[in-house]
């Protein structure tokens, strides 16, 4: 599974992107459990953020849902966090 | 960058019906009816008006992050009558100040660390936050009459350490909220007063002029904030025009980045240039105009037009920016003549009548057609 993270827009209005590759990862399947919640709640057109809020794009096998600050499920803020942490 | 798919879609969809639900961390936290699209707006807008806080508050949260969501509505309107009801310990024309600390959690506000009158302690960055509040509050009323965010004495309320390492610093529609950075890019984001400023006066924004946050007015609604933050600066350090450095976002950079600030209103697209960061992709004129969708449509990019116009006006008028120059753009965002869907063009348009209004038909009208030509945008 390829899960890949674009943040957009915020205060200094800079760009980031990331991605990870679970595919023979010891930790894949708990990588899956969080993908799962996290796009459960996404949306599939992109929210209207607040004024500096960082828009996140998260796409999973070619699947894109948004998200926004400050309003992301814990699931989303840890899947976001642990890409943009984690993957090149 | 190139013209992008993605299109601002404005719709409420958090909820679709007057139920008990969770509400966002934006509404305060914990669980609370929540008033959709399907509650009448006049049944809202009267609720909100209600003398129980019980049933105003939700209603009022209701309205207020509805704003946001519809950005074409406008708050002023809506609140109009509640903003005028008297707030409790405040006193009109003093600041109404609280700090939260959300302990690098992600509820807001989190715990109130500091309230109005209270001494400093010993957290640097609640410091920061409390003085810099007191600094944009300064300004607006005393060189624009305004008091506060909504005109009316709005308690400014702001949460410092949010999240962990977070590389930003918002206002959610009711709060100013800042990251600690993450040490390696970015850090603190109290540390530039200019930043401070440009938070708050996104909530000015949001109380008069209401700019769409997408395209072009949101680029107008990102360059005000950063006018009048860089000009909450200036005036804290008693700069001329002349003497300003017009940079947003000084010191907030971490040592190892290349490059001085955030964003230059006096030399848009220079602020940084660094291996990890990247170059400053702002324009000064609409020769390099950005088509994107990213970003709300480039808001931070593109604002760096409308920043070189505020800019060349106020070092061709010299002196306090704060005064003419300020004045000019203050007339134009409560004036209540601009759409909220204002094009760079309307905008421009707008300070020009505003010059001559307040100013008459001299050096300052004059000045204002100049700066906007300068950058490529028409004045009709």
């Given at each position: 599974m390829r899960i890949q993270v674009r943040r957009t827009g915020g205060f200094?209005?800079?760009?980031?992107?990331?991605?990870?590759?679970?595919?023979?990862?010891?930790?894949?399947?708990?990588?899956?459990?969080?993908?799962?919640?996290?796009?459960?709640?996404?949306?599939g057109t992109p929210p209207v953020g607040v004024p500096d809020g960082f828009s996140y794009q998260i796409t999973v096998d070619g699947k894109t849902v948004y998200a926004a600050d400050p309003r992301l499920t814990d699931e989303q803020r840890r899947l976001i966090s642990r890409v943009l942490r984690e993957g090149a | 960058m190139v013209a992008g798919g993605d299109s601002a879609v404005t719709h409420c969809d958090d909820c679709s019906m007057p139920t008990t639900q969770p509400t966002s961390p934006a509404a305060g936290g914990g669980t609370e009816p929540v008033f959709c699209a399907i509650v009448p707006p006049h049944v809202l807008d009267k609720l909100a008006r209600h003398g129980d806080p019980v049933l105003s508050g939700p209603a009022r949260r209701t309205i207020q992050r509805d704003a946001i969501e519809r950005t074409q509505r406008n708050l002023a309107t809506v609140m109009g009558a509640a903003a005028v009801a008297p707030r409790a310990g405040a006193e009109p024309g003093k600041p109404h100040r609280t700090v939260y600390d959300a302990r690098h959690g992600t509820d807001l506000p989190?715990?109130?660390?500091?309230?109005?009158?209270?001494?400093?302690?010993?957290?640097?960055?609640?410091?920061?936050?409390?003085?810099?509040?007191?600094?944009?509050?300064?300004?607006?009323?005393?060189?624009?009459?305004?008091?506060?965010?909504?005109?009316?004495?709005?308690?400014?309320?702001?949460?410092?350490?949010?999240?962990?390492?977070?590389?930003?610093a918002f206002w959610n529609g009711e709060q100013m909220v800042f990251g600690d950075g993450d040490g390696e890019i970015f850090l603190d984001f109290t540390l530039p007063i200019d930043v401070i400023?440009?938070?708050?006066?996104?909530?000015?924004?949001?109380?008069?002029?209401?700019?769409?946050?997408?395209?072009?007015?949101?680029?107008?609604?990102?360059?005000?904030?950063?006018?009048?933050?860089?000009?909450?600066?200036?005036?804290?350090?008693?700069?001329?025009?002349?003497?300003?450095?017009?940079?947003?976002?000084?010191?907030?950079?971490?040592?190892?980045?290349?490059?001085?600030?955030?964003?230059?209103?006096?030399?848009?697209?220079?602020?940084?240039?660094?291996?990890?960061?990247?170059?400053?992709?702002?324009?000064?004129?609409?020769?390099?105009?950005?088509?994107?969708?990213?970003?709300?449509?480039?808001?931070?990019?593109?604002?760096?037009?409308?920043?070189?116009?505020?800019?060349?006006?106020?070092?061709?008028?010299?002196?306090?920016?704060?005064?003419?120059?300020?004045?000019?753009?203050?007339?134009?965002?409560?004036?209540?003549?601009?759409?909220?869907?204002?094009?760079?063009?309307?905008?421009?348009?707008?300070?020009?009548?505003?010059?001559?209004?307040?100013?008459?038909?001299?050096?300052?009208?004059?000045?204002?057609?100049?700066?906007?030509?300068?950058?490529?945008?028409?004045t009709l």
């Open positions: 200094a209005g800079i760009e980031r992107f990331a991605e990870v590759e679970t595919t023979g990862r010891a930790d894949a399947s708990e990588w899956h459990t969080l993908v799962e919640r996290a796009l459960a709640d996404g949306r | 989190g715990r109130k660390v500091r309230a109005e009158g209270q001494e400093p302690g010993k957290d640097a960055t609640v410091n920061r936050a409390y003085t810099g509040l007191g600094a944009t509050f300064e300004l607006f009323l005393t060189a624009y009459g305004r008091d506060s965010i909504d005109g009316t004495g709005m308690p400014l309320d702001a949460t410092v350490h949010y999240d962990r390492e977070y590389n930003n400023g440009h938070e708050l006066t996104h909530g000015v924004t949001q109380y008069t002029a209401n700019l769409t946050y997408y395209g072009q007015p949101g680029a107008l609604n990102e360059s005000v904030s950063d006018v009048f933050g860089s000009l909450i600066k200036q005036y804290t350090l008693g700069q001329t025009a002349a003497e300003a450095d017009w940079l947003i976002g000084a010191g907030l950079l971490a040592p190892r980045v290349t490059g001085e600030a955030l964003r230059s209103m006096k030399a848009p697209g220079t602020a940084y240039d660094d291996d990890v960061l990247g170059k400053d992709p702002q324009p000064a004129t609409m020769d390099d105009y950005v088509r994107t969708g990213r970003d709300n449509g480039g808001v931070h990019i593109n604002s760096g037009i409308p920043n070189h116009a505020f800019y060349l006006l106020a070092t061709e008028l010299g002196g306090h920016a704060w005064e003419r120059a300020g004045q000019i753009w203050y007339d134009v965002l409560t004036s209540g003549a601009l759409k909220e869907d204002a094009l760079f063009t309307d905008f421009a348009t707008a300070t020009v009548r505003a010059a001559r209004e307040r100013y008459g038909d001299g050096d300052e009208r004059e000045a204002v057609a100049k700066a906007w030509e300068q950058v490529g945008v028409r």
